[in-house]
């Protein structure tokens, strides 16, 4: 099966900052990549898909990249209500899998 | 507007079995799959499966293969999530969401808190 490892588990950062989190695939998944934002007591809420498109209606301060198996999700510039965990989610394949989880807090 | 709607709380006794709804309403039932997926208490999403709105053909996860049977209902465009022999460990909240292999998963059904205690 193909793992999702994501980094780093846990950042803080500040109102402004540019923040990157990356994910890496034990194989190659083409584009087959989604970023996420879960908030506590809520479903995950779709931010990127393929890799780089940027799903309707979210912030376009969220980005994404990379193909095969690296890829990056960066908020140019972070907002207060940015404060969430993000997942990355490979869906090329079974099992669809997830990466651990990346905590964001805001100083 | 696309929404998933989910049945309600659950509480079930160890050995038990466990019938979790998804109701699909603002688009096409037919077009897209359902997939569903659990997280347990301060743990990431992992994985059950997949049922397609067309065909009903079904995919599951390796660790839930014996014990899940994934249907729909297309006169009532609603995905059901049985769970059977049920454990402490699958105590966690059941998610539904629009899409599958290759698609975007974009609209999730609100969770359903599936409690395993004896």
């Known amino acids: 099966d193909i793992q999702m490892t994501q980094s780093p588990s846990s950042l803080s950062a500040s109102v402004g900052d540019r923040v990157t989190i990356t994910c890496r695939a034990s194989?190659?998944?083409?584009?087959?990549l989604a970023w996420f934002q879960q908030k506590p007591g809520n479903p995950p809420n779709l931010l990127i898909f393929?890799?780089?498109t940027l799903q309707s209606g979210v912030p376009s301060r969220f980005s994404g990249s990379g193909s095969g198996t690296d890829f990056t999700l960066t908020i140019s510039s972070l907002q207060p209500e940015d404060a969430a965990t993000y997942y990355c989610?490979?869906?090329?394949?079974?099992?669809?899998?997830f990466g651990q989880g990346t905590r964001l807090e805001i100083k | 507007q696309v929404q998933l709607v989910q049945s309600g709380p659950e509480v079930k006794k160890p050995g038990a079995s466990v019938k979790v709804s998804c109701k699909a309403s603002?688009?096409?039932?037919?077009?897209?799959?359902i997939s569903w997926v659990r997280q347990a208490p301060g743990q990431g999403p992992e994985w059950i499966g997949w049922?397609?709105?067309?065909?009903?053909?079904?995919r599951y996860a390796q660790n839930v293969l014996d014990r899940v049977t994934m249907t729909i209902d297309a006169s009532t465009d609603t995905a059901y999530m049985e769970l059977r022999s049920l454990r402490s460990d699958d105590t966690a909240v059941y998610y539904c969401?629009?899409?599958?292999?290759?698609?975007?998963?974009?609209?999730w059904g609100q969770g359903t808190l599936v409690t395993v205690a004896s």
């Open positions: 969401a629009r899409g599958g292999y290759y698609s975007k998963w974009d609209y």
């Open positions: 194989q190659d998944i083409s584009d087959y």
């Open positions: 049922i397609s709105g067309y065909t009903g053909d079904t």
């Open positions: 393929a890799a780089s």
């Open positions: 603002g688009y096409t039932f037919r077009s897209y799959a």
């Open positions: 989610q490979k869906y090329n394949s079974a099992p669809i899998s």
